[in-house]
């Protein structure tokens, strides 16, 4: 399902919000937090760890300070080893198609 898709937060959690303003920032961000803890997604497949990626950059997009610097260093770091593993994997199979 599309981030357009997706039905509002605001009114799947109608119940929970009873007595809050639905145009209020903080109570359309506290309906949006509930529906990413109670979101099913489908574990181990493609689609549900690129699922998973995307709620870690918009997780890494919302924080700041130090939190935001260690999440990008995460994800620098795991850049560089999967461009290590993938340089070797290319000089291996090179070194064996050429000799």
Do not use: C, K
């Amino acid at each position: 399902m599309t981030w357009a898709a997706r039905p509002d937060p605001a009114r799947r959690f109608h119940d929970d919000l009873v007595g809050l303003d639905p145009e209020d920032p903080e109570a359309r961000a506290f309906a949006e937090h509930l529906d990413r803890m109670e979101r099913v997604r489908p574990m181990f497949t493609v689609e549900g760890e690129l699922n998973g990626v995307r709620d870690f950059a918009e997780s890494a997009n919302r924080i700041g300070g130090l939190q935001r610097w260690a999440a990008w260093l995460l994800v620098v770091l795991v850049l560089l080893g999967a461009g290590y593993v993938i340089y070797g994997v290319l000089e291996f199979v090179m070194a064996s198609y050429l000799s």
